[in-house]
């Protein structure tokens, strides 16, 4: 999965409770991206980032955050999680900002 | 908002033969990519068409654009078993400056053997 790696993989957690889901690159590419994918609705961004620091809202941000202090690594934060943002969490990254190379993917759900 | 959407929304078909979808998008584009997904795993790039390009190859893949109709056509020639997976394609997202893509739903190809 091109230098990508995200961790938890597997995660269940109780509805309120914060989560932070992390994605490691090793390929230092600048543009790294947080997707959502849910039946029905195919990958939808949540957030991205342009660089250290840098980050911007996706379509489906709200109830997510992230930071990004280093360029290897990119964290989405859920401050308080709701049964609605069970989901699979795809991280991508890119250097060129058209292909994207993308992790295996965080599932994750909350009760 | 979802910009592509991909038809049939699932393909079954013998092991050799060809496989075509396609994908429908809503407003103008520079480039349009198709990714595919195997069960339980990441996106994987296919192939990137730009919007002058009216077709592309990159080995049993062919892919084409109308950009006068915003579609885009996957085809995928002597199909094998591997090729089993969800096709998406993706363009660039449009939503108030952010960058990103947006997928279609995916077509889910099965390659019967």
């Known amino acids: 999965d091109a230098g990508i790696t995200q961790s938890p993989r597997h995660k269940v957690t109780e509805t309120g409770t914060p989560v932070t889901l992390r994605c490691h690159q090793t390929?230092?590419?600048?543009?790294m991206y947080w997707y959502r994918q849910d039946p029905g609705h195919g990958l939808r961004l949540i957030h991205y980032?342009?660089?250290?620091?840098?980050?911007d809202k996706g379509e489906v941000s709200d109830g997510y955050s992230v930071s990004r202090s280093k360029t290897e690594d990119f964290l989405l934060t859920l401050e308080s999680a709701t049964s609605s943002q069970t989901s699979v969490y795809f991280c991508?990254?890119?250097?060129?900002?058209?292909?994207?190379?993308f992790g295996p993917g965080t599932r994750l759900t909350v009760l | 908002s979802q910009q592509g959407e991909e038809d049939p929304q699932a393909l079954s078909i013998q092991e050799g033969e060809n496989a075509t979808m396609n994908c429908s998008y809503k407003t103008s584009i520079n480039n349009l990519q198709w990714y595919r997904q195997n069960s339980g795993r990441g996106l994987v790039h296919l192939i990137l068409?730009?919007?002058?390009?009216r077709e592309k190859h990159s080995g049993r893949l062919r892919v084409t654009l109308d950009t006068s109709k915003k579609s885009s056509s996957l085809l995928i020639t002597a199909s094998r078993a591997a090729d089993t997976a969800s096709y998406f394609c993706?363009?660039?997202?449009?939503?108030?400056?952010?960058?990103?893509?947006?997928f279609g739903k995916g077509t889910h190809l099965i390659i019967q053997p």
């Open positions: 993706a363009t660039k997202y449009s939503g108030g400056g952010a960058d990103g893509l947006t």
């Open positions: 068409i730009r919007s002058n390009e």
């Open positions: 980032s342009y660089g250290v620091k840098d980050t």
């Open positions: 390929e230092n590419h600048r543009y």
């Open positions: 991508a990254i890119s250097e060129s900002r058209t292909e994207q190379f």
